[in-house]
């Protein structure tokens, strides 16, 4: 119910968000490349603001439902469900703590998604340059009309650009991983396993980072780098091939009735 509308919202903002603040910095004078990378950024970043919208609250109900009914690996009956599905969780979710209960966890979220989805924009716009770049000897044909004056066009089949997609996708993945890997270890810690002792409450991101910081050094903010890697490069290859064959074929039909 909630991938739906939190991917539109999410689509919608970025193509809206890039093509505005791609025209605003060519027209400013930054270089094509630049001007791409800083419009993926602006539009990455502005499409996880607008997702979150939506899927706060679809969060905030699943996670509701899933930790009811679990204490002492007790199956779940009347007297520890306090919710009967996610309908009824949200219902009650309102009328107890009104719609401020369904966005609990929106500014951590924002902090989290916001910067790796403008890292990853930014990454896969350069990355896909730097392939484009580096396939250039073996993709370019002569043109037809050009002779003997060197000209050379890039006609890639649409396999050949969803691989570069695809590659392209995985780098950026892995470059997002990288940079955003700390800020995601500290929100973890933060929501799973400091705040599990005794029911006290947990402590604030700065005793958190210097707990990490005293057990493992700063490395320790990098644990499960290589699982979040190959989950986020998988998952953007997936989203991205998906999406950009969707834009070709949506681009062809209008073409077509036109």
Do not use: H
Request: proline fraction near 4%.
């Amino acid at each position: 119910m909630g991938t739906i509308p939190a991917r539109a919202l999410y689509m919608t903002a970025l193509e809206v968000t890039k093509s505005n603040v791609g025209t605003a910095t060519i027209r400013l004078g930054f270089p094509e490349a630049t001007a791409g990378a800083i419009a993926n950024a602006a539009a990455g970043l502005s499409a996880a603001m607008a997702a979150q919208l939506v899927w706060t609250p679809v969060d905030v109900v699943s996670q509701r439902l899933m930790v009811q009914g679990g204490r002492l690996n007790s199956v779940p009956d009347a007297s520890t469900c306090k919710y009967a599905n996610g309908i009824d969780a949200f219902r009650k979710i309102i009328r107890t703590d009104g719609p401020r209960g369904l966005y609990r966890g929106f500014g951590i979220s924002i902090l989290t998604y916001a910067p790796s989805n403008a890292v990853w924009w930014a990454s896969y716009s350069v990355a896909q340059r730097m392939v484009w770049g580096g396939m250039s000897c073996y993709l370019c044909k002569k043109d037809e009309d050009g002779n003997e004056n060197g000209i050379i066009a890039l006609r890639p089949d649409s396999k050949t650009v969803m691989a570069v997609q695809g590659v392209s996708a995985a780098m950026a993945g892995g470059v997002s991983a990288l940079i955003t890997m700390p800020l995601d270890t500290i929100k973890t810690r933060l929501q799973v396993l400091d705040g599990e002792e005794n029911g006290k409450r947990g402590p604030t991101i700065g005793q958190t980072v210097r707990n990490l910081v005293r057990e493992g050094g700063w490395t320790a903010c990098y644990r499960g780098l290589g699982p979040r890697w190959a989950s986020m490069s998988m998952s953007a290859t997936t989203m991205i091939t998906t999406y950009e064959f969707l834009k070709r074929l949506s681009a062809k039909n209008q073409e077509v009735l036109q």
